[in-house]
């Protein structure tokens, strides 16, 4: 497989993600990066912008088994992962599989579970398998987290531990759409109050498991030159030399953020990357791995804003 054959692939899934979701172009563009790169997404945004609608017919269109875990106070990490039951009929204990045992994960308002559930999903997250009892399972090698927050209300919520913040490729804000999506959006969806299913849209598989086993392959191998690698370094070291911001991003992130650009020049049909690839990709990758300053707060700088101004002055090769 070629660059080019993944960016026709990427313009497949598209269209049909557009059957179902009017708008959030830019939301779609880096599911489609994430999923190339192996990444999992967080999603932050108001209730009623289509992230759980997003979420399954984006999985329905890669012919990837969809699961969802609505998280709330109460849920256990067994609620997750699974747990041994007893069975008496074979007096021996077999495993009931929870609904992590599935291709792609949409995590519902992540942040309303308490820190240790949200733990159940590092070591899938990490290493694509868990471990239940002193056993472990393997999962999909490319089991991708969609997770969701609700940014809005901040009651019997619990911030996200930054462990697990740095298992996300990219936390990505999702804004109201414009009058005219907003239009298109009631025109369309105006004629029941239940949410449709991607199967009423019609939308179907536009790639299959052994083709997404090639893209990743071939985004792998995508070239990404010294001078690239010197960039995204320079980027990653700035935001823990900024004094507005306490702690900056990791090693790991500047990793990511590599691979993430190789994973944005093939969907445009490149076989190298550019400056501009980490350029669009740099907030996604950075603003959950970083963190203000309380003078910075203080003076009502966000993580946005500082980013913004580091991509902007660090010198970017020609």
Do not use: W
Not at 11 to 40: N, P, W
Not at 87 to 112: H, Y
Not at 237 to 264: D, I
């Amino acid at each position: 497989m070629n660059t080019s054959d993944i960016k026709d692939l990427a313009g497949k899934i598209r269209s049909e993600v557009r059957k179902a979701v009017i708008g959030q172009d830019l939301t779609v563009d880096l599911l489609l990066t994430a999923l190339f790169s192996s990444g999992h997404v967080l999603l932050e945004g108001p209730p009623g912008t289509a992230k759980t609608l997003l979420a399954q017919c984006f999985a329905k269109s890669i012919s990837l088994e969809f699961g969802r875990i609505q998280f709330t106070p109460d849920l256990m990490p067994g609620d997750v992962l699974g747990t041994n039951l007893f069975n008496f009929q074979t007096n021996e204990f077999s495993l009931t599989k929870g609904p992590i045992f599935t291709d792609l994960l949409l995590a519902d308002e992540i942040n309303r579970t308490p820190p240790k559930t949200q733990a159940a999903l590092l070591e899938a997250m990490q290493e694509r398998k868990v471990t239940i009892d002193g056993d472990s399972y393997p999962l999909n090698p490319r089991f991708t987290v969609i997770a969701t927050q609700n940014p809005i209300e901040q009651q019997g919520t619990y911030p996200l531990p930054e462990a697990q913040l740095d298992r996300f490729l990219f936390k990505h804000t999702l804004d109201y759409p414009s009058r005219e999506e907003e239009f298109a959006i009631v025109a369309q969806h105006g004629t029941r109050t239940g949410m449709n299913t991607p199967a009423s849209f019609k939308i179907e598989s536009a790639i299959s498991a052994e083709e997404l086993d090639q893209a990743v392959e071939t985004v792998a191998q995508i070239k990404l030159k010294d001078d690239i690698i010197s960039y995204i370094v320079d980027l990653v070291r700035a935001t823990r030399e900024t004094p507005a911001l306490e702690t900056g991003a990791s090693p790991r992130a500047a990793a990511a953020l590599a691979t993430a650009a190789r994973a944005r020049a093939a969907i445009d049909g490149r076989d190298f990357v550019i400056p501009d690839d980490v350029k669009a990709l740099a907030l996604p990758a950075l603003r959950h791995r970083i963190l203000l300053s309380p003078a910075a707060e203080i003076e009502g700088k966000t993580t946005d804003e500082t980013l913004a101004g580091i991509v902007e002055q660090t010198a970017a090769p020609r």
